[in-house]
């Protein structure tokens, strides 16, 4: 079957979903739907710009929380809510990606998880306003979405049209420029590609969209934690970017599904488990796989010739 | 020799040009002009501030002092991507390429840039530029390889793939490193016939650093010689060739050709 | 005077942290797991010795002495296998690290939090300035300069350190000198494991064993090394002593504002001079 085809399946599938499946699997495929958005948004940066940022739980938060926040202290519904979210997390990444992208590899990882803690306190701090460890509660969408299989349908067209976005954009010659960045930035500077700004507007891109994975999620889940920016949470799209590889687009898609149910399984079955699952896993994917996850670890899809010396 | 004070009409000008590395002066005081439609070599031996000198012009490094002027204007400072856009366009010593994108994608993405569509995220990028792409690929002798990722290709198919990628920026004046390093002699001169036929069809200027003396005599219009970071002699081949100063420099391997 | 005590213990774990960043070049997220083991074998090792004085000291040093164990099999286990690799990927490891090891600490002590009794002889309060000083402190307090001048003297004075310091400044030199860099790295990881241990046993009767505390010391250990300078030993020192006394002085005069104070002049260091206030920048 053409790829056309397995997509216009996969469509069928997920739309008849609600009247085959109980609401307890819906909810997990609304759940796989964002942490999918969420990681594909990720990946923009790692798969495709070639940077690693430690520290995008910050932009889902500010995604989660901007929507809400709006939602409980001006009273707004949801639908006229949730635009904030990407905005939030793109003025976010913004700022923060300002400086984020004038450092590379390892600080420019450890600079994007202090912004993040960042966040993280000033959530945690500020009881005022999103009342820090307790959260925002009651933060559920308008009555007709309430319903899983609803929000469910919500949430498929939100995740949906953001994937067709991100997905033009990696095809588009922006995304071009961006491999060509991730390949070689001083190679680029030379084709006349002002990497930073690049590496800038990728970055903000990718903010915007894990805010949108964000604000679905706090209308998911009714409620919205400091947690959400804790340093922890910006693990999650990198294992899943990487449980499902890295170098393709529809790789955290599929990460994402596979870490879901994983968790699902495992934790149905033995919650506190789930941690030291998730932990090995990472560390066996790491140590196990020769060349990593390609072009990330320095490894190459395919052999290459060593540039000769001259 | 024209005056590089007198920037009118040089392509490139260059006064009093100084870069050191810790204790070492790498570009001591070089005075360069180069006229619109040179084929300029600039040689010296190993560690002469060849590539040194091509790295300050090109804004990869900034200089100690000095001035540079490209088209006659100042661009000292000036970032590697707008000296790019005002058309000065590089290859370096190390090959340099996208090596997980095929040749084909190397050079479109060069277009790309160069037409100033590269923050573009609506449009397809897969077709655009193709056709230029690969007539550019044909020009330097990969139409064949040019689906294939980069980072494959033979060492020397890997330096005509950056010899394009350069030339897709439509440069005024092109700076080759070293453009033949580990080649073959046959294809050393094959690449350098190719690089003086494009430079006569398009009037594009062109400075080439290489080591092979043969090489270089057979195409450049004017040599300029390097040695320690300074100006040792300039001018036609063959003033260069019978110049006493250049014959020491380069004692044990004597300028023939 | 508390802050100085807890700037002490983020010196032992952020000179660890340090020392294994400037010899591997690895960030080792885990290493605030390692504080918490170091913390939680102190609850177990009180417990199961005798009721008698040295029992304290005797566990003080055996709980460092067990996580150094860990340490041991983590690099020799699983570092050694990737340090060719990206250092993300070392990164991502180490993150691992800590869900299973935090996990295995759930395991073997439970949900509920611990406490440590203090020695008998520190029980008490002594009077400082007026003020009433837990003596436990004053120890915390006495020891700082004596590690401090011990690990100077181990990386100033012996061929060892000056492996070391050789390292933070150029690895490729050290195996062309012909020093078993392998080796080297996997005591540099033995080493740094057990001043984080050393670190969470010392502070275990100060605070709440608990499970939350590997991330809490990780972030803060974290700012430390970053705003004095990856592998930069005075640096450790000296910013832990600053961080210390920035949170417990901070939280004090504008609770709210504290932290995010720190992980700001973190940020502001790190745009600034990425290698830190004191380290050195890489070449
Ligand atoms: N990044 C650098 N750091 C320190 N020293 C450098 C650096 N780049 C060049 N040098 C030194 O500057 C001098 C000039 O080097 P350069 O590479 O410009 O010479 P070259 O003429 O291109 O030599 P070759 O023919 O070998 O390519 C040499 O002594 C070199 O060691
Ligand atoms: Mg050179």
């Known amino acids: 079957m053409p790829r056309a085809g397995w997509l216009g399946l996969l469509v069928v599938a997920l739309a008849v979903a609600p009247l085959a499946l109980p609401p307890f699997f819906l909810q997990l495929l609304t759940e796989i739907a964002i942490v999918g958005l969420f990681a594909t948004a990720f990946n923009l940066l790692m798969g495709f710009g070639g940077m690693v940022s430690f520290g995008h739980a910050a932009y889902f938060a500010l995604g989660a929380y901007a929507p809400a926040l709006l939602v409980k202290r001006a009273g707004l519904p949801m639908l006229l809510a949730l635009p904030a979210a990407p905005l939030a997390a793109a003025a976010g990444a913004l700022l923060f990606g300002f400086f984020i992208v004038r450092l590379s590899h390892t600080y420019f990882a450890m600079l994007s998880l202090a912004f993040a803690q960042i966040v993280f306190t000033v959530i945690f701090k500020w009881k005022a306003l999103t009342g820090g460890d307790d959260g925002l509660l009651d933060v559920w969408p308008p009555a007709a979405l309430k319903s899983p299989a609803a929000y469910y349908y919500f949430t498929l067209a939100v995740v949906g049209l953001s994937l067709l976005a991100l997905r033009l954009i990696v095809d588009s010659p922006f995304g071009y420029a961006l491999r060509s960045v991730r390949e070689n930035p001083r190679r680029a500077r030379f084709i006349g590609i002002d990497v930073r700004r690049h590496q800038l507007v990728a970055f903000v891109i990718s903010g915007a969209f894990s805010g949108v994975a964000g604000g679905l999620f706090a209308f998911y889940n009714g409620s919205v934690f400091p947690d959400f920016a804790y340093f922890t949470k910006s693990f999650e799209p990198l294992v899943v970017a990487l449980l499902g590889g890295v170098q393709s687009f529809y790789g955290p898609l599929a990460g994402a599904f596979g870490f879901k149910i994983l968790e699902w399984l495992v934790s149905r079955q033995w919650p506190v488990y789930w941690p030291l699952f998730l932990g090995s896993i990472v560390i066996v994917v790491i140590v196990v796989l020769p060349y990593g996850f390609v072009g990330l670890a320095g490894g190459r899809p395919w052999r290459t010739r060593p540039a000769a010396k001259a | 020799m024209a005056d590089p004070s007198s920037r009118q009409g040089l392509i490139l000008a260059i006064l009093g040009l100084r870069k050191h590395f810790g204790g070492v002066q790498a570009v001591n005081g070089v005075d360069l002009s180069v006229e619109p439609g040179d084929l300029r070599a600039i040689i010296g031996p190993n560690g002469a501030g060849k590539t040194t000198l091509f790295n300050l012009i090109s804004g990869d490094l900034r200089h100690d002092t000095g001035r540079i002027y490209f088209g006659g204007e100042e661009v000292s400072g000036l970032p590697p991507h707008r000296l790019c856009r005002r058309g000065l366009g590089r290859t370096f010593q190390i090959t340099s390429i996208f090596r997980r994108l095929s040749a084909l994608e190397n050079v479109q993405t060069a277009f790309l840039s160069h037409h100033r569509r590269h923050y573009n995220i609506l449009l397809p990028a897969r077709r655009l530029y193709r056709d230029e792409a690969l007539a550019l690929l044909e020009r330097v002798g990969l139409r064949e390889q040019a689906g294939k990722p980069s980072g494959i290709l033979a060492h020397g198919d890997q330096r005509r793939l950056e010899l394009a990628i350069a030339l897709a920026g439509a440069p005024r004046l092109l700076l080759l490193d070293e453009p033949t390093a580990g080649m073959a002699p046959r294809e050393r001169h094959e690449i350098m016939a190719l690089v003086a036929r494009i430079a006569g069809d398009t009037g594009l200027t062109v400075v080439f650093t290489e080591h092979d003396m043969d090489v270089v005599f057979a195409v450049a219009r004017r040599i300029t010689v390097l040695h320690q970071g300074t100006v040792l002699a300039e001018g036609a081949p063959a003033e260069v060739r019978a110049n006493g100063d250049v014959q020491r420099v380069y004692l044990g391997q004597p300028v023939t050709a | ?283």
């Open chain 3, 1 to 283: 005077m508390s802050g100085l005590s807890v700037g002490m213990f983020l010196f032992l774990v952020s000179v660890g942290m340090s020392l294994i960043f400037g010899v591997t070049r690895i960030v080792n997220l885990a290493h605030g797991s390692f504080y918490m083991v170091g913390a939680y074998l102190m609850v177990t090792l009180v417990e199961v010795l005798p009721d008698r004085p040295w029992a304290f000291w005797v566990a003080l040093l055996l709980a460092p002495l067990g996580v150094a164990m860990l340490g041991g099999v983590i690099e020799i286990g699983l570092l050694r296998l990737i340090y060719r690799r990206d250092p993300l990927m070392q990164l991502i490891l180490t993150f691992g690290l800590i869900l299973v090891i935090g996990t295995l600490v759930l395991l073997a002590w439970g949900p509920d939090n611990k406490s440590v009794p203090r020695p008998a002889a520190l029980a008490g309060s002594v009077r400082v300035f007026g003020q009433p000083f837990p003596s436990y402190y004053v120890l915390v307090l006495g020891l700082a300069p004596l590690v401090a001048l011990a690990l100077w003297l181990v990386f100033y004075r012996t061929r060892w350190g000056m492996l070391i310091r050789a390292a933070t400044v150029d690895r490729e030199m050290l195996g062309a000198l012909g020093v078993n860099v392998a080796a080297l790295y996997t005591q540099v990881f033995v080493f740094g494991s057990a001043l984080a241990g050393l670190g969470g046993a010392l502070a275990a009767p100060t605070v709440a064993v608990a499970l939350g505390m590997d991330g809490d010391v990780l972030t803060t250990a974290f700012v430390v090394v970053v705003i004095g300078g990856l592998g930069s030993f005075a640096g450790s020192f000296i910013s832990a002593l600053l961080v210390g006394l920035l949170q417990s002085f901070g939280i004090l005069v504008f609770p709210a504002v504290s932290i995010v104070l720190l992980f700001a002049i973190m940020a502001v260091v790190l745009i600034v001079r990425p290698w830190g206030l004191l380290g050195r920048p890489e070449q």
